[in-house]
């Protein structure tokens, strides 16, 4: 699969070296990607902005579980997520666990 490759724990320290700049984020547990997102660029929406919330559990207790995460900056972030998210499906025959009950 085409995830980004570079692969950070979650910690706050660490998310504070995010980008913020839009683009997509991949949230894992373990090895396993557990959470595929988007972040528009705008408006205050951004990679680390998106990873803050989640790591808070601002966004839901399943994110909330990750240990580590990856990013990729993108100029069209809905699109590249829905690739990712259509390439998991295509690979594991379910959405991310996490995106199970968000879509």
């Known amino acids: 699969m085409s995830f980004p490759r570079e692969v950070f724990p979650f910690t706050a320290r660490l998310i504070t070296g995010a980008p913020d700049a839009g683009g997509v984020y991949v949230l894992w547990r373990d090895?396993?990607?557990?959470?595929?997102?988007?972040?528009?660029?705008?408006?205050?929406?951004?990679?680390?902005?998106?990873l803050t919330e989640h790591f808070s559990g601002s966004a839901g207790e399943c994110t909330r579980t990750a240990t580590h995460?990856?990013?990729?900056?993108?100029?069209?972030?809905?699109?590249?997520?829905?690739?990712?998210?259509?390439?998991?499906?295509?690979?594991?025959?379910r959405l991310p666990r996490c995106n199970l009950s968000g879509l």
Request: neutral net charge; hydrophobic residues 40%.
């Open 31 to 50: 090895g396993e990607a557990i959470y595929i997102g988007a972040a528009v660029g705008r408006g205050g929406v951004t990679i680390r902005t998106r």
């Open 69 to 93: 995460y990856s990013w990729e900056i993108s100029l069209r972030p809905a699109a590249r997520e829905l690739e990712l998210l259509e390439e998991f499906k295509s690979s594991f025959q």
